[in-house]
C-alpha cells in the first residue's frame, strides 16, 4: 500500500484523545469491538471506511479492525476531515488518506488511493465510493462482496444505479433502518447542527425566525430543536405530505422566497443542488445566516452569492459576510459545507453509536451472506435493526415488555 496522506503528524496525541472519548461514550461499538476481537468475523478481508473522518468514524474503522481486517481509511469530505484523528490513526498502523480542506480532485486521489487496498467491503457515506468503483476504479469492482451506504445522498445514487440495472455488487441501505434515520438523521443532525451554528456565530437562536428547508427526517429534527431552543420555526417543502405534516406540527408553512424575506436564519436540508440560488440571497433580510445542513456542498449556490457580492469579509472562524447589491450583509456558515460536521464535531457520539452499528453489523453480514445476495440495493435485516435497539435500550438501562399474544 501507499504511504499514508497525513498533513499534521505531530497531532496524534490529540486524535487519540478524541478516539478515547468517543469510545468511552459509544457502548454498543464497543460491545461489538469485543465480540469482533474474540470472533475475527473479518479475517482475510479488506475493508475501506470513506465517512466524515472525524473520531467516532476512526473508532468505527477500530472495531472493524479489531475484527481481523485490513482497513484503508479516507474522508467523504474534506471540509469535514479532522487531521489529528488521521494523524492518529496513521500512529495505530491504519491505511489512511485525507487532509482537512483538500480540493474535490485530492479528495478523489486520496478516495482512489484508499481503493488500492483493493476492498471486499465498503462503507461509504454518500456514495462517492461506490461511484468510483463503477467509474475509474472499476477493474476493482469483481473483488467487493459488498457496500455499505450511510446516508440518504448515497441511497438515492445506490437506488438510481440499481433500477437501471447498473449496480455491480450488493449495497446495503443502511439510512433506511429505522436505528439510523429515526436517531441520526432526527436527534443528531437536529442537536449538531444549531450547536455547530452557535459555537460558529456566538448569537442567540431564541426569539430568532429560522427558515428549515425541506421537512424529511434531518429537516423535521432540526425544526424540533430550534423550536425548543425559542426559535419561530417556518418549513418550506416542495412534498405536500411533509408540507402538511409540517403545519400540522404547528410550524408555519410557506414558499422559500417569502420565508427568506422574513427569515433571520435559513438552513437547507433537501439533499438537492441549488436549494438556494441567487431569487433567495436577493431576497433575505440584513444580517440573515445561512447554512446547509446536506450531505454535499451544493445545496447554497455559493458561486452565486460570491458572484453578486460586493464586498465580501471574513467574520469569524467560519462566517463570512457577503454585501447583496441591495446593502443586506448575508453570513454565510462553514462555507456552504455540511455545517455540523464542518463547524463542530458532528453528531454526538451516542447517536454515531447506533449508525455505526448497524454498519459494522451490515459490513459482517455482507461478508457472511454475500452469496446469497444479487447485485442490487438491500435494506439491512430487521434482525439486525432490532439488535441495535435492544442494545441501545440496554446501554440507557431500559428494559421494555413483550408484546401480548391476541390468541
Ligand atoms: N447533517 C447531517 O449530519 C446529516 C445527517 C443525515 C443526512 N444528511 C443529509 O441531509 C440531506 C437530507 O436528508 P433527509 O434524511 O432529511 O432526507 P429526506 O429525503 O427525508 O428529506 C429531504 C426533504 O427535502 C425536501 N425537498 C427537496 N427539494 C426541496 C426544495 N427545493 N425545497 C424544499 N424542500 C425540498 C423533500 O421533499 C424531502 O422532504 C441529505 O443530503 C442527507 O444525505 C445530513
Redesign the pocket.
Known amino acids: 500500500m501507499h504511504p499514508n496522506i497525513v498533513s499534521s503528524p505531530e497531532k496524534a496525541a490529540e486524535g487519540q484523545q478524541k478516539i478515547d472519548w468517543v469510545r468511552r461514550n459509544m457502548p454498543i461499538l464497543r460491545q461489538l469491538e469485543t465480540e469482533f476481537r474474540q470472533q475475527r468475523p473479518f479475517t482475510g478481508k479488506r475493508v475501506v471506511v470513506c465517512v466524515h473522518l472525524e473520531a467516532k468514524t476512526a473508532y468505527l474503522a477500530l472495531v472493524i479492525a479489531a475484527g481481523g481486517a485490513s482497513v484503508a481509511v479516507t474522508g467523504s469530505n474534506p471540509g469535514s476531515t479532522k487531521d489529528d484523528v488521521v494523524a492518529a490513526l496513521d500512529a495505530l498502523g491504519l491505511h489512511v488518506y485525507a487532509r482537512h480542506g483538500a480540493t474535490l480532485e485530492e479528495m478523489e486521489e486520496h478516495m482512489s488511493l484508499a481503493l488500492d487496498i483493493r476492498p471486499h467491503v465498503v462503507i461509504d457515506d454518500?456514495g462517492d465510493i461506490v461511484e468510483l468503483l463503477h467509474g475509474s476504479r472499476s477493474e476493482l469492482s469483481a473483488d467487493v462482496l459488498g457496500a455499505c451506504e450511510e446516508?440518504?445522498?448515497?441511497v438515492l445514487r445506490a437506488q438510481d444505479r440499481a433500477s437501471a440495472n447498473e449496480l455491480d455488487f450488493p449495497v446495503m441501505l443502511i439510512?433506511e433502518a429505522q436505528c439510523k434515520?429515526l436517531f441520526?438523521?432526527v436527534h443528531?443532525?437536529g442537536q449538531?447542527?444549531w450547536d455547530a451554528v452557535m459555537r460558529s456565530t456566538n448569537l442567540v437562536l431564541a426569539g430568532k425566525t429560522i427558515a428549515i428547508?425541506?421537512?424529511?427526517?434531518?429537516?423535521r429534527g432540526c425544526a424540533l430543536r430550534a423550536a425548543g431552543l425559542g426559535a419561530k420555526v417556518i418549513i418550506?417543502?416542495?412534498?405536500a405530505v411533509?408540507a402538511a405534516d409540517a403545519a400540522m406540527n404547528g410550524y408555519q408553512v410557506m414558499p422559500?422566497l417569502e420565508a427568506c424575506r422574513k427569515s433571520d436564519v435559513v438552513l437547507t436540508?433537501?439533499?438537492?443542488r441549488n436549494?438556494i440560488d441567487r431569487a433567495q440571497f436577493e431576497a433575505m433580510k440584513d444580517g440573515a445566516l445561512i447554512a446547509n445542513?446536506?450531505?454535499?456542498r451544493n445545496e447554497i449556490n455559493v458561486d452565486t452569492l460570491q458572484d453578486l457580492a460586493v464586498d465580501v469579509a471574513a467574520m469569524r472562524d467560519n462566517v463570512v459576510g457577503y454585501k447583496a447589491p441591495s446593502g443586506a450583509w448575508l453570513y454565510l456558515v462553514g462555507d456552504g459545507n455540511?455545517v455540523?460536521?464542518a463547524c463542530a464535531d458532528?453528531?454526538p457520539a451516542e447517536i454515531m453509536d447506533t449508525s455505526f452499528a448497524l454498519q459494522a453489523l451490515s459490513a459482517r453480514y455482507l461478508v457472511e451472506f454475500h452469496e446469497t445476495l444479487e447485485n442490487g440495493v438491500y435494506h439491512v435485516p430487521e434482525e439486525i435493526d432490532q439488535q441495535v435497539a435492544r442494545m441501545k435500550l440496554a446501554s440507557m438501562n431500559i428494559s421494555i415488555d413483550q408484546p401480548v399474544k391476541n390468541s
Open positions: 454518500g446516508t440518504t445522498t448515497g439510512n434515520y441520526d438523521n443528531g443532525t449538531s447542527v428547508v425541506g421537512f424529511g427526517w434531518c429537516g418550506c417543502e416542495v412534498d411533509k422559500l436540508v433537501t439533499g438537492v436549494t445542513a446536506g450531505h454535499f455540511i455540523n460536521i458532528g453528531h
